[in-house]
């Protein structure tokens, strides 16, 4: 057992967490002030200020006046196993290039594609590893991870089993959720999703679900890319293998993206740029969380998801970095969250809640996000004077590890 004795301040979320994330005030951040709490490997024990005499011979006792704890945070949505980088092409697009000269001087995904197969599977999990211990280092203590960035059946098996090397290199400490994304973009030689997914994105699927490896599936369903007939093929065909599903929807356009992945229960559907007022609508009659990924819209200067609609409807919401190379090469998720808060108009609350208790559900785990007994032990450690502190000084980093 560990006791975090005197915690300065502890945001627990329960009120948030009794809501489903969902319709949430600024009253539902539930923060206490000087208490204790107890812990075991599995579980949260007790919270309070009078430590019952049951509990006693702790492995370890913290002393934590100085510190605010929130429950961890979780980046449900990240694309962090790549080669190269596309720095050129930011600086084209500053300097006001299009998407048709940024492909022509050979950025794009397709750029990423070709670096991340020239990478060997010893550098690529190099890489992963040193964003991974970065991400962490802000206090993100779950991260999901996809794959997606070869294209190819060899390749992507290779990157499905780093993620996997790399979940297994920092567990328990760091919670890696293995998402397969085989399902990016279509690879010139193939006419159409769907000869792409038979061919490659199903027969991979299915081999590494039998290696065991493979937590979620998710698929680019946006015009130019995955239709919303391919989308709902490979969801019916995860969910025969007992797998769950998540896409990247109405990015571009409207595509009733939203709509499909709650029909199919998907732990979340992101991005949502375009949203129709339907899809919203079946978002919050569901248990799927929509992802926003503001940091997109900033790095790429372009519009943002209109937040303040999923908030009204009762949807939950989370947001994610969407760290990657090419369109938000951006991988602080608090930072993030924090500049959202006036854009997005979120309450406390919300803002906490999008990074922590939802952030979980969207990726499936429910025994976390919130600070309550029988949840998980899983939290963010700041050393800084109040809750308020953490989000004010944007980009300044407060996350120290127990
Ligand atoms: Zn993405």
């Known amino acids: 057992m560990i006791l975090l004795k005197n915690i300065k301040e502890l945001l627990t979320l329960e009120s948030a967490y009794k809501k489903d994330g969902r319709h949430l005030t600024k ?3 539930s923060l206490l002030k000087d208490v204790s709490l107890i812990h075991d490997e599995k579980k949260i024990l007790w919270i309070g200020k009078d430590i019952p005499s049951k509990y006693s011979n702790f492995s370890k006792t913290i002393d934590c006046s100085n510190l605010v704890i929130t429950p961890e945070l979780v980046d449900s949505h990240t694309h962090i196993v790549f080669g190269g980088d596309r720095s050129f092409e930011y600086s084209l697009r500053i300097d006001g ?12 995904i397709l750029n990423t594609m070709n670096a991340t197969n020239n990478s060997s599977k010893e550098e690529l999990f190099k890489l992963a590893c040193e964003r991974v211990e970065r ?18 059946f060899d390749k992507e098996y290779e990157l499905s089993h780093i993620i996997n090397d790399v979940k297994k290199k920092y567990s328990p400490s760091i919670q890696i959720i293995n998402t397969y994304m085989a399902a990016h973009a279509i690879p010139k030689k193939y006419s159409n999703g769907k000869e792409y997914i038979d061919d490659v994105v199903i027969p991979l699927m299915k081999k590494l679900n039998d290696e065991g490896i493979i937590d979620v599936v998710d698929i680019f369903h946006e015009d130019g890319y995955f239709s919303y007939d391919d989308t709902e093929y490979l969801f019916k065909e995860a969910q025969a293998l007992g797998l769950s599903v998540k896409s990247h929807a109405d990015e571009f356009k409207d595509n009733d993206g939203a709509a499909l992945a709650c029909q199919y229960k998907a732990l979340s559907t992101d991005h949502l740029l375009r949203t129709s007022d339907k899809g919203i609508q079946a978002l919050a009659n569901s248990d799927t969380v929509a992802c926003l990924l503001p940091g997109t819209g900033f790095f790429l200067g372009k519009p943002q998801a209109d937040a303040k609609k999923f908030f009204n409807a009762g949807v939950k919401v989370a ?15 608090l930072m ?36 309550v007994t029988g949840l998980a032990p899983r939290f963010s450690f700041f050393n800084c004077p109040s809750i308020d502190h953490i989000t004010y000084h944007w980009g300044r980093n407060f996350s120290i590890s127990q």
């Open 135 to 152: 991400l962490h280092s802000y206090g993100v203590g779950t991260i999901e991870i996809k794959s997606g960035y070869g294209l190819n």
């Open 27 to 29: 009253d539902d951040l």
């Open 319 to 333: 947001i994610g970095s969407d760290y990657n190379p090419g369109s938000c090469h951006w991988d602080n998720l």
């Open 97 to 108: 290039a299009d998407y048709e000269d940024i492909a022509k001087a050979g950025g794009g």
């Open 336 to 371: 993030i969250a924090s500049i959202s808060a006036t854009t997005y108009g979120m309450n406390m609350a919300q803002l906490w809640s999008a990074i922590t208790l939802n952030a979980s559900h969207a990726l499936g785990l429910k025994n976390q996000g919130a600070i």
